[in-house]
Nanobody, 121 residues
């Protein structure tokens, strides 16, 4: 059974940092593009960042570029999202996903349950 389990969310002040982790089980993560999406209150779930199977290529939404960094550790089947200079508009539930890649949700077959990130002003 495939499971993606996010951790590391919480409450932080604006300008602060958080590091999210996603632990995968039941799949060979090196065969998948791994991504982070988020859903803010009252909004649709949106793409945040993705990383290629090898970890060589990364892509970010414009809203987080320069502040967030995605990384992966294939032997440990984990994906991380380092979030710096957080803003109140980053408040959302953050989801880890595994799939074929891209910025839309459809190519991602597997999803975690999400972890809440709240940024206070």
């Amino acid at each position: 059974q495939v499971q993606l389990a996010e951790s590391g969310g919480g409450l932080v002040q604006a300008g602060g940092s958080l590091r999210l982790s996603c632990a995968a089980s039941g799949l060979t993560t090196s065969s998948f593009v791994m991504a982070w999406f988020r859903r803010a209150p009252g909004k649709e779930r949106e793409f945040v960042a993705r990383i290629s199977e090898s970890g060589l290529f990364t892509y970010y939404a414009d809203s987080v570029k320069g502040r967030f960094t995605i990384s992966r550790d294939n032997p440990r089947s984990t994906v991380n999202l380092q979030m710096n200079s957080l803003k109140p508009e980053d408040t959302a539930v953050y989801y880890c996903a595994a799939g074929r890649g891209g910025d839309s949700q459809a190519p991602y077959n597997y999803w975690g349950q999400g972890t809440q990130v709240t940024v206070s002003s």
